[in-house]
């Protein structure tokens, strides 16, 4: 038996077919799938009011790209479409690193000249354990952000 769902929220003609491979539009880098729901948290009012909610979106990771979002279909969202700044787009010290837990570069970079060794890592580590991290809305990659917090650290140790 075959159950359609009437969603009152679902748009027409949604499309089947997905294309894996969509490249951004003003870079040509390859773009990486993103959550509709880490779009609707970060993107500003009047962004947000153009979102294709069926769009079959891809960010672009590429720091020296402005865009942040893209689908095939032209639709394209920059970093100034964001309520944060995005890392890495941002060179800004203040951008977040780990968005949930407000380590910026800044204080990624104070905490481990002080400490010596960066205390960051345990402590978000601890927050990923007891289930407080909200990468998928905080963060505009919407995965968690440990990866790029330690590729930071390494970067600094590595100066
Ligand atoms: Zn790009």
């Known amino acids: 038996m075959e159950v359609v769902v009437e969603d009152c ?3 027409k003609n949604s499309p089947v077919t997905v294309d894996t491979e969509i ?3 003003q870079c040509g880098h390859k773009g990486k799938g993103i959550k509709i729901i880490t779009m609707k948290s970060l993107l500003l009012p009047e962004a947000l009011a153009t979102l ?3 769009g079959d979106y891809r960010m ?3 720091p020296e790209c402005q865009v942040v979002y ?4 032209g639709g394209m969202y ?5 309520k944060v700044p995005v890392f890495p787009k941002s060179d800004d010290p203040d951008c977040p690193i780990c968005y949930c837990f407000g380590w910026t570069r800044r204080k990624l970079k104070a905490d481990h000249d ?3 060794q960066s205390t960051a890592v345990h402590e978000i580590s601890e927050h990923i354990k007891a289930g407080r991290c909200g990468c998928e809305v905080n963060n505009p990659e919407g995965s968690c952000c440990l990866g ?5 650290l390494t970067s600094l140790s590595g100066t």
Do not use: M
Request: hydrophobic residues 20%; charged residues 25%.
């Open 114 to 116: 002080q400490v010596g």
């Open 60 to 62: 672009c990771s590429n």
């Open 9 to 11: 929220c679902a748009t």
């Open 23 to 25: 490249n951004c539009p």
């Open 52 to 54: 294709e909610a069926d």
């Open 148 to 152: 790029n917090v330690k590729k930071y």
């Open 70 to 73: 893209f689908n095939g279909k």
């Open 78 to 82: 920059r970093t100034q479409d964001l």
